[in-house]
């Protein structure tokens, strides 16, 4: 709901991370990750990441506007970079 008040479309970033199946500038491992679980699961598993990442980082989501909710979500893959423990606990959500 938060995301429709601000005007946030899932196209804005979420095309990407689909599209690149999380291999664009997502870490090398969170990304195997997810391909490894692509061909076990199936492609039904890509939507549950995003799903996934938007959960672990709601609540800060919930308390930016539109820009900051752009510009912060551009940001996950390096957050994520640097915390590996954080990419893997989004990924066994």
Excluded: K
């Amino acid at each position: 709901r938060h995301f429709t008040e601000e005007g946030v479309e899932a196209s804005m970033y979420g095309s990407g991370w689909l599209v690149t199946l999380f291999t664009h500038s997502f870490p090398l491992a969170f990304s195997l990750r997810v391909w490894d679980a692509v061909f076990v699961c199936g492609f039904s598993y890509v939507p549950q990441v995003a799903v996934a990442l938007l959960r672990r980082f709601e609540d800060h989501l919930l308390n930016l506007p539109f820009l900051e909710i752009l510009a912060f979500l551009r940001r996950i893959p390096l957050y994520l970079r640097d915390r590996p423990r954080c990419a893997a606990e989004v990924l066994a959500a």
